[in-house]
């Protein structure tokens, strides 16, 4: 099931995957740094440098994996990865653009309003508590599945997070998370944003990357995308090897393009007098010329097996 590579041509192609780990590891350090400059900008209550530097952590952390992923050839399990990146780019980009205090609270309260909405299942004496141990009876694990929590821990947790939206800073945004009214609002739908992302995408001028990248990543993700992964070959079917690096450069230019995009509107606000265009210049070659190579493909590996057969 393993992509195959000869014993011959092993290290030139390990040579092949580290060199484009290596460039989005380069992309990475570039876009940590960038983050540091938000850092150095936070004051105590400066709630929009915090969500920014929360999202940006998360695409570094994401992009970590998919250069680990990378240098082993494992390109579809990326997919995820980058969807999450994607998603997360765009809030940087939404909470730089305007109303920054009002969108960067809108994201705080929309996950402490996720952790009560679960907080109250977990509590057997809330109607979301009484409503899902009601649905649990025929569940494989039972109407006790959440109960890992006591009533009382339960509780206390929801007081907790109350108190964190009463705190000043947020009291507006979770003001109009309570006037929107939807159970699955979207944080930026908040303060008369836009409701779906693909709306988001469109307001920031991302429309193209959510049409040509976001739904394939979707459909990896929800697995309804498979039929790619099938080759008919002498009256059968053959599967897709794992860890094949069919696709590798898409990945490559994404993951590459989505760090520098982001560290270089980073730097553009934080630390426009710095040298960051040349590094990201620098750094956009580098993703192009690796990216112009061709990259093994799948069906080209069987037919090798084919040959040696």
């Known amino acids: 099931m393993l992509f195959n590579v000869s014993e011959q041509t092993r290290s030139q192609y390990e040579t092949f995957l580290q060199a484009r780990s290596a460039v989005l590891n380069d992309c990475i350090l570039f876009l940590d740094e960038a983050c540091k400059k938000v850092g150095e900008a936070y004051k105590v209550g400066g709630i929009t440098e915090l969500a920014m530097i929360a999202l940006v952590r998360h695409v570094v952390?994401?992009?970590?994996?998919?250069?680990?992923l990378v240098a082993r050839g494992s390109v579809l399990p990326c997919y995820p990865l980058l969807r999450s990146i994607?998603?997360?780019?765009?809030?940087v980009m939404y909470i730089m653009q305007d109303d920054s205090v009002n969108r960067a609270a809108a994201y705080f309260v929309f996950q402490i309003r996720q952790e009560m909405a679960f907080m109250e299942r977990c509590d057997p004496t809330t109607n979301s508590g009484v409503e899902i141990r009601r649905e649990l009876k025929s569940d494989i694990a039972g109407p006790t599945a959440l109960d890992g929590l006591s009533t009382q821990e339960a509780q206390k947790h929801l007081a907790t997070l109350q108190a964190d939206l009463d705190d000043a800073i947020l009291?507006?945004?979770?003001?109009a998370w309570i006037t929107k009214n939807k159970k699955?609002?979207?944080?930026?739908?908040?303060?008369?944003?836009?409701?779906?992302l693909r709306d988001l995408s469109k307001a920031l001028f991302?429309?193209?990357?959510?049409?040509?990248?976001?739904?394939?990543w979707?459909?990896?993700?929800?697995?309804t995308d498979t039929l790619k992964n099938l080759s008919e070959d002498f009256d059968s079917i053959r599967f897709r090897p794992i860890r094949c690096p069919s696709g590798i450069h898409d990945v490559l230019r994404s993951a590459g393009v989505f760090a520098i995009t982001l560290a270089g509107r980073?730097?553009?606000?934080?630390?426009?007098?710095?040298?960051?265009?040349?590094?990201?210049?620098?750094?956009?070659?580098?993703?192009?010329?690796l990216a112009s190579v061709k990259a093994p493909a799948w069906e080209d590996n069987l037919s090798e097996r084919r040959e040696r057969t």
């Open 61 to 68: 952390e994401c992009l970590d994996g998919v250069s680990v």
């Open 86 to 91: 994607f998603d997360a780019s765009l809030g």
């Open 171 to 175: 009291k507006n945004a979770d003001q």
């Open 184 to 196: 699955n609002a979207e944080w930026y739908s908040l303060f008369g944003g836009p409701e779906h």
């Open 206 to 216: 991302y429309l193209s990357g959510y049409e040509l990248h976001y739904r394939p």
């Open 218 to 223: 979707c459909r990896q993700v929800h697995a």
């Open 266 to 289: 980073l730097y553009g606000k934080y630390d426009p007098e710095s040298s960051f265009v040349r590094r990201y210049k620098e750094l956009e070659e580098q993703i192009k010329t």
